[in-house]
């Protein structure tokens, strides 16, 4: 069955928009302008292109491991919003470790597999900004001038970043049955400056009704786990989760969510050790359990 | 491994007052930079300029430094080349000599410090004098610059009252800022009497007009470039641009991302040595073109955008990295990320590879450098050429971190990803010996809780959820 995607730009809002690393000023300014033709961009979107009813879920190689809960609980999510939701077996890990420290052959040897996962021109939902980000900016950087290269770009077109793909694309409204909380977000580094997603985050997030959202002191700081960065630089690594768990403490809030497991292990694992601190829940979770009925 | 840096990183993490002393003057320059860029339409566009401008220098660097030498040369600016660090410091001092002077006036120059040439003239018997009011602070105390614009931004201002009694017990004691900042002019103007060579860096030279531009706020610099009779400008060969029309936009993205300034307090055009029937000026205008390893850096197309910084600091004042560590702690001229980009390639990534390690790839570099310069990005290439070793790249130490033992893992890992069969066996090997996983992985657990290995991994959890595994 051919799903029903004409052309892939409708299911990566944002991505469209960004996609260079870092280099996010260019992107403020392509979101600025988009913002002001906001309302074109979504006729845009429902006069030519028909919503996905079939979704490829790429789990990451952390909530595999570390997080299954997050994982089905974002799978839970999309399936509820009418979606079929293939996770392929094959998949395993998006390469960043070996890439990011330098060893590529063997990230694009990662990558390659990655692309022979999810053959059909589906999109790709990540529940992770920074893999998101690997497989959206860097694969076709990586994988330019092989053979691979023109799959690597369209694969890269389809991927989203699960929050992005819930508020831009499915346009998910939420019905919260939680009581009254205090949550404090940490949008990470790639959810801002790489993809350009944080805002839809903090839109999905709010349209919980009940949930007061704040972000500590020095928000667009890093938490300092940057992956091996967290090994091989552990003492200025740990100077960063240091600080950042302060300021999230400082917010009083009961939840920490965040778009990325990274740097939620990073700061979920410093908090423990200092004690006290927040529960600490991957945003997908965290919506879920605020979402359903058997909680 | 422990190596220099990392006793050095843990020295300076140590450090309370020097770490509040940066960290409280990195948010002032931090809010002063967002303050001064009201409105971000305009910021892009200007940083669209100013990697256009640059990228211009660096793509067409050879023949621009021709022309710069031809339109000094009308100027009546004398034109010297110096390979490295070693041949320009023998520039200035042939000049010095020729001069027969034993005394230098320096304005600020992170070149000079890149030469090493205040212990070179020392040797020699001439005496650098720093006008700068950081860089006087850094001489005092006998430390190297900690920041590329505000070298003495570690210290705070009773560190400096006490190196001010120290070294001028005659002066009346000075404690405020207008006091500290008052004694330094005293000082400083007296020194000035009588001085006959200026030394000075360059922030641009203009190829066609050939024009010395140079920003500064204390004015020492003007001092420094027209009292004397003798002035020599040191610039990396990189600072030159194509037109006087590229200066007002370079300059205002300067500034801005800098300081936060809208213009600096004096910024001086230099074209040459005082003309016949003019009042003052210096009576010879030398300008040394430094290389030392720049030529090298342009070969490779990715890494040339390290040549286009305008040295604004912008990124170390927003680097997580950078504020917690201070510039000492890098051991280098240039700390922080641009450091962390130049320094490998300028001296080698077997000597100085691990600056290029030491960042979360955060992106908060990239996301204010005025020049667009894709920090991130480099760090990850130069993070390849240290460990991968191909023949024909023009990156110095190129596979010279590279670890045998290492690389076998990561070959490991990569044939373990790549066959997802495998893959699974391992995952579900770990997820069932759960029970044995240690509490202690180092250095993970040295400050933190290790993650606990799930009971099923993913991969089992969504097939028994009943997600299907293909169209």
Not at chain 1, 35 to 61: I, Q, S
Not at chain 1, 137 to 163: K, Q
Not at chain 2, 109 to 137: F, K, P, W
């Amino acid at each position: 069955m051919r799903p029903d995607v004409e052309s892939p730009p409708h299911f990566q809002p944002s991505g469209t928009l960004s996609g260079t690393i870092g280099e996010s000023g260019r992107r403020t300014r392509l979101v600025r302008g988009r913002a002001a033709g906001d309302t074109v961009d979504r006729a845009r979107t429902t006069e030519h292109l028909k919503m996905p009813n079939t979704v490829y879920f790429f789990g990451t190689c952390l909530i595999d491991l570390l997080f299954p809960r997050t994982g089905l609980a974002a799978m839970r999510l999309l399936e509820r919003a009418g979606l079929r939701v293939i996770f392929p077996q094959g998949q395993t890990c998006c390469g960043q470790p070996a890439y990011n420290t330098g060893y590529r052959d063997e990230a694009r040897r990662v990558a390659r597999a990655q692309l022979d996962a999810f053959p059909e021109s589906l999109p790709v939902v990540v529940p992770s900004a920074s893999c998101a980000g690997m497989l959206k900016v860097h694969y076709p950087l990586l994988l330019a001038g092989t053979a691979d290269a023109a799959r690597a770009d369209a694969f890269a077109g389809r991927v989203v970043e699960l929050t992005d793909f819930l508020t831009r694309v499915l346009d998910l409204r939420l019905t919260d049955r939680g009581p009254p909380i205090r949550v404090a977000v940490h949008n990470s580094c790639s959810s801002r400056r790489e993809l350009g997603v944080a805002d839809a985050t903090m839109e999905l997030l709010r349209r919980l009704a009940r949930v007061e959202l704040v972000e500590p002191e020095r928000a667009h700081e890093c938490c300092g786990f940057g992956g091996t960065f967290a090994i091989k630089q552990p003492e200025i690594s740990a100077a960063m989760a240091a600080d950042k768990t302060s300021a999230v403490a400082a917010t009083g809030a009961a939840v920490l969510v965040s778009q990325d497991c990274g740097c939620l292990m990073n700061l979920g694992g410093t908090f423990a050790r200092r004690g006290g601190g927040p529960v600490i829940k991957h945003v997908a979770e965290f919506i879920w359990e605020r979402t359903s009925h058997d909680d | 491994m422990t190596t220099e840096f990392r006793l050095a990183i843990g020295a300076a993490l140590g450090r309370e007052r020097v770490r509040a002393n940066i960290r409280k003057a990195m948010d002032g320059l931090v809010s002063k930079r967002a303050a001064a860029f009201p409105d971000a339409d305009e910021r892009e566009r200007l940083r669209d300029q100013g990697e256009a401008i640059r990228g211009e220098s660096v793509s067409r660097l050879p023949e621009l430094l021709e022309e710069l030498e031809r339109s000094c040369t009308r100027n009546g600016i004398q034109v010297h080349w110096a390979e490295t660090g070693e041949d320009a410091n023998r520039l200035v001092l042939d000049i010095l000599r020729h001069a027969g002077t034993t005394a230098l006036l320096k304005g600020k120059s992170m070149v000079s410090e890149e030469m090493g040439l205040n212990e070179y003239l020392q040797h020699a018997g001439i005496e650098a004098v720093e006008t700068d009011l950081g860089e006087l602070i850094i001489q005092l105390a006998g430390e190297a610059p900690s920041h590329i614009i505000a070298p003495a931004i570690h210290k705070d201002r009773a560190e400096i009252a006490a190196l001010f009694r120290e070294h001028y017990p005659d002066q009346p004691p000075a404690e405020r800022i207008e006091e500290l900042t008052a004694l330094a002019r005293r000082v400083m103007r007296k020194r000035f009497r009588g001085m006959t060579a200026g030394l000075s860096g360059v922030n641009f030279a203009v190829a066609e007009t050939g024009t010395l531009c140079l920003v500064e706020n204390e004015g020492n610099g003007r001092l420094c470039t027209t009292l004397p009779d003798l002035h020599i400008a040191v610039m990396g060969i990189e600072k030159v641009v194509a037109r006087l029309d590229q200066i007002p936009p370079l300059l205002t993205l300067l500034t801005r991302s800098a300081t936060g300034q809208p213009i600096t307090t004096y910024v001086n055009f230099i074209s040459g040595p005082r003309r016949p029937g003019e009042q003052d000026g210096p009576r010879a205008v030398h300008l040394i073109l430094l290389d030392n390893g720049r030529s090298r850096i342009r070969l490779d197309p990715e890494l040339s955008a390290t040549l286009r910084c305008i040295r604004c600091a912008a990124c170390m004042n927003h680097c997580p990295v950078y504020t917690r560590l201070g510039g000492h702690a890098y051991g280098t001229v240039y700390p922080g990320p641009i450091g962390s980009i130049l320094e490998p390639q300028l001296h080698g990534l077997a000597e100085r590879g691990e600056m290029a390690e030491a960042s979360s790839l955060c992106g908060a570099c990239a996301e204010v450098c005025p020049v667009r310069i894709p920090i991130p990005r480099l760090l990850n290439r130069l993070r390849f050429e240290a460990v991968n070793a191909q023949a024909d790249s023009p990156t110095l130490g190129h596979g010279s971190r590279r670890l045998a033992g290492q690389a076998g893992l990561w070959r490991l890992w990569a044939w373990t990803c790549a066959h997802p069969r495998i893959y699974r066996t391992l995952t579900r090997l770990m997820t069932a010996l759960r029970p044995l996983q240690p509490t202690r992985i180092k250095p993970w657990t040295d400050t933190r809780e290790a993650p606990r290995i799930a009971d099923q991994d993913l991969h089992r959890q969504a097939r028994a959820a009943g997600f299907t595994d293909r169209l």
